[in-house]
């Protein structure tokens, strides 16, 4: 099973611009790993920030960007705010075994 | 719009099955690329995926749980079903199910092991 790897914690000034990544053992991700990522902060829920490598929801803020960078996914947060400060999570579908994988997450300290 | 709430005893005894059903609205589990998923989180961990299926009934099961788990649907129901089977302490875990299309996710169930 592929191992998808991400920072294990990252910190970003107030009003700043951070780069998270994610990246497969199995090589390039592209748009056909349909990159998802999620933001949880303690005690609730995971929310999904940005599906399909780019794609917002409503909820999500317009801060956050997904994009594919370096042969990475990457969540980029630009003028981050305090209440940014959360675990983040990517997702890769891998289509050979129809599989889902997370990975380890990404603790943003905002300070 | 998508809900999905997961539904099952809170406190489970060591070797006991556990059953956890999923129950969702606003979309058709017939099409796809539909596919609903259980997810745990123990506490202060990340998340693991467990296991995954999909409208055509393809199911996916992570590799050091797949003798323990059973994933299964009913679309008549609007129902995801996940057992696990020989629960442990070390299963103590929020349980989350969630919709694969856009990412929608339940609130999740506070699952504890002790005897």
Redesign the interface.
């Known amino acids: 099973?592929a191992v998808v790897t991400q920072e294990p914690s990252v910190t970003v000034s107030p009003g700043g611009t951070v780069t998270l990544t994610c990246g497969s053992s199995t090589g390039t991700v592209t748009s056909s790993h349909y990159p998802?990522w999620?933001q949880?902060k303690p005690g609730q829920?995971?929310?999904?920030l940005i599906?399909d490598t780019d794609n917002k929801?409503s909820w999500t803020p317009a801060r956050f960007s997904g994009s594919l960078l370096g042969g990475r996914a990457a969540l980029t947060l630009s003028g981050a705010q305090p209440e940014d400060e959360a675990?983040y999570?990517c997702?890769l579908y891998y289509s050979g075994?129809?599989?889902?994988?997370?990975g380890?997450?990404t603790k943003l300290t905002v300070l | 719009q998508i809900t999905l709430k997961e539904s099952g005893p809170t406190l489970v005894k060591p070797t006991q099955t556990l059953t956890l059903t999923c129950s969702f609205s606003g979309f058709s589990f017939t099409t796809s690329p539909m596919n609903v998923a259980w997810i745990r989180q123990p506490p202060g961990k990340a998340l693991e995926s467990l296991a995954l299926i999909y409208w055509d009934d393809h199911k996916r099961y992570s590799p050091s749980l797949r003798n323990r788990l059973t994933i299964t649907k009913d679309t008549s129901k609007n129902q995801v079903v996940l057992t696990m089977t020989n629960m442990d302490p070390v299963d103590t875990a929020t349980y989350y199910c969630l919709y694969g299309p856009g990412g929608y996710w339940g609130q999740g169930t506070l699952v504890t092991v002790s005897s």
């Open positions: 099973q998802y999620y949880q829920a995971p929310r999904t599906y929801h675990e999570y997702l075994p129809r599989d889902l994988i997370f380890g997450g």
